[in-house]
């Protein structure tokens, strides 16, 4: 896609220290792979609600560990019990979807 922006439409230059962000970017790249290797692999298995409600959880409880923490530079908002309660209650919801 960067190629056909470049070289086709004639945008920018092909510069790509410019278009590299900082290293922290790069591993999500690769993990963006796997996981659409592992929804596709997983929908036929359970069906396509529980794959979404699971992904969902997984990138609530993934945000909010980012947001506890303080990582990639955000500011750092603790882990309340109100947050505690949401998550158990989405996570208790995805159970119900999976249960079959």
Known sequence: MVGILVFVCRLGT????KWMGP???LPGGVLSVLIV????????AV????????????????????DHLGL???ARIPF????MAGTF?????AFL????
Do not use: E, F, N
């Open 14 to 17: 092909c510069d790509l220290g």
């Open 37 to 44: 290797y592992m929804v596709a692999r997983s929908i036929p």
């Open 89 to 93: 209650l989405m996570a208790g919801g």
């Open 47 to 66: 069906g396509v609600a529980p794959a979404t409600t699971a992904i969902i959880v997984g990138q609530v409880l993934t945000a909010a560990a980012i």
């Open 80 to 83: 309340s019990w109100y947050h």
């Open 72 to 74: 990639l530079g955000v």
């Open 23 to 25: 290293l922290v970017h």
């Open 97 to 100: 979807l999976l249960k079959k």
